[in-house]
């Protein structure tokens, strides 16, 4: 869900495709967090460490191709 309170769940569509890296980005820039080698197109993460606010999401899959999304941190 977003907002969320304390961890996201990532699923990319095509499950032969699997997440090569997550970034977290505040709304200024700067990276806040980096996560990579995962096993699945579908993924839990704790955001339990951030302070409330809005972040910005880069998932990057296994083919290069990268989305980016907002999250709301409450």
Not at 53 to 72: D, P, R, S
């Amino acid at each position: 869900p977003n907002p969320a309170k304390n961890e996201i769940t990532l699923d990319i569509s095509d499950s032969s495709l699997m997440i090569q890296s997550l970034k977290i980005f505040s709304p200024q820039g700067k990276l806040i967090s980096l996560t990579s080698a995962f096993e699945s197109s579908l993924t839990t993460l704790s955001i339990k460490g951030l302070a409330n606010g809005i972040y910005f999401v880069e998932i990057t899959n296994t083919e290069g191709y990268k989305t980016i999304k907002k999250l709301i941190k409450k």
